[in-house]
């Protein structure tokens, strides 16, 4: 057995065999075999949606002693909560944004986070005792801002289906979900998310050194809802730093939803961490639930979602029909299509909602099917972009083999 100590000092004399998430699952699917001593550290990482991102923000609002508390605060219009703290006449506003929180439809709480990270400057309104107050700000005029998660990076996610006749607005689909049985929205990295390679937490654990939005971060421990058999994580990190493009907003047909990414390195401390470690895609399951009911239907694997689909979002544009308006650019959740549909690869998740949603056929995606009762249904949209979660495993790879992050090595 090594230990975490014994890994550091491998990385400080640049020894250490560390291999991001997905070049190790290509070997292991490869066949090749690995014992503890042929590597230190897998590196894993997971972007998507999580709706349990939220930030806490020191906001300058007036001088000190212009009010005593303030009652209301928008930031670019995204309404926050004021508090905990009231700051009694410090001109100062301490506040929670959820990034579920909205301006309007297009623009909630995870376009500000990946606002304030780009440098943009931010509208400040705020009222007090009668009075309003305004300002423009940029997120290093905030003594403090830091961005938690209340539950990300779950350990297989489920996928949603509508099982009645008609559409229904959630939050896991861009323009309804069709029913009956007639389209399945995915979320989840698989077998490349920190959390499916260590499910029992064993080195996920409290303070352990993490990336949220590509910055250092801690986790904090385990997030809402966790359970042994889907443990997920609470994490946090400061937003100086923050990459804007590992998170940002994404638009839902029931609203604005923030889009979060963690990053972590799984130190292959013997045969049982290197065992977790050789998970597949195609051996992750991937609970299928009604999204009315919430109550499960059946069961797939995320080898249906990542293995032998399309990663990227293919374009014809010969084959437009000039609809107006652009109905593919009216829905892109992640805002990375013009109206005379240029594609901003950078922003695009590859989510598929625009080959849904294009007659013309523009835009084709293999976003894969999942088989229920025999039948296959489509999957419409994901709402998880697994080529930036391995970008991340990528750049974590490169921090450790730099020194420039360690391993916990407490406990
Ligand atoms: S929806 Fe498709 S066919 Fe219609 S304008 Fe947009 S790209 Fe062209
Ligand atoms: S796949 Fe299409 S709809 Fe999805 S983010 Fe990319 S351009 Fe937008």
């Known amino acids: 057995m090594k230990t975490k100590r014994e890994i550091n000092e491998k990385i400080r004399n640049g020894s250490a065999v560390v291999i991001p998430a997905p070049e190790f699952k290509k070997r292991v699917r490869e066949g090749e075999t690995f014992t503890p001593e042929d590597v230190d550290i897998v590196t894993c990482g997971t972007f998507g949606v999580m709706s349990g991102t939220y ?38 506003v301490d506040c929670i944004v959820y990034g579920t929180a909205k301006r309007d439809e297009r623009y909630g709480g995870g376009h500000l986070f990946a606002d304030f990270v780009a440098g943009e400057r931010i509208g400040v309104e705020a009222e007090a005792e009668g009075r309003r107050y305004s300002d423009d700000i940029t997120l290093k005029d905030c003594t403090f801002a830091r961005i938690h998660t209340s539950r990300s990076a779950f350990k297989n996610y489920t996928a949603f289906l509508n099982e009645e006749e008609g559409i229904i607005r959630t939050i896991f689909s861009v323009t309804g979900l069709s029913g009956p049985y007639k389209e399945i929205s995915v979320s989840g990295c698989g077998e490349v998310n920190p959390v499916q390679n260590d499910p029992g937490l064993r080195s996920l654990s409290s303070g352990t050194p993490i990336l949220v939005n590509g910055v250092n971060g801690i986790i904090v421990g385990t997030g809402t809802r966790s359970t042994a058999e889907r443990p997920n994580l609470a994490c946090a990190a400061d937003m100086i730093g923050m990459d804007p493009l590992m998170m940002g907003g994404f638009i839902t047909s029931d609203g604005p939803e923030c889009l979060t990414s963690i990053a972590a390195a799984i130190p292959v401390l013997d045969s049982s961490s290197l065992h977790a470690l050789m998970v597949l895609d195609e051996e992750i399951p991937l609970p299928v639930a009604g999204i009315s009911t919430r109550q499960p239907i059946g069961s797939s694997h995320y080898g249906r979602v990542w293995q032998g689909t399309d990663r990227g979002v293919q374009i014809h544009a010969d084959r437009c029909l000039g609809c107006t308006p652009c109905l593919a650019h009216l829905i892109c959740p992640a805002g990375a299509l013009s109206a005379e549909q240029t594609l901003d690869r950078s922003l695009c998740l590859a989510c598929g ?28 949209l994901r709402q998880s972009d697994r080529t930036r979660a391995e970008r991340l495993c990528r750049r974590l790879a490169d921090e450790i083999m730099d020194g420039s992050f360690l391993l916990s090595e407490g406990p």
């Open 353 to 380: 909602a625009c080959a849904s949603v294009c007659e013309g056929g523009v835009f084709t995606m293999n976003l894969g099917s999942i088989s229920l009762d025999k039948n296959d249904i489509p999957i419409t």
């Open 55 to 92: 930030a806490v923000i020191s906001v300058p609002v007036a001088p000190p002693g212009t009010f005593r508390k303030a009652e209301k605060l928008l930031l670019n219009g995204v309404p926050a909560s004021i508090g905990p703290c009231p700051n009694e006449r410090l001109g100062l």
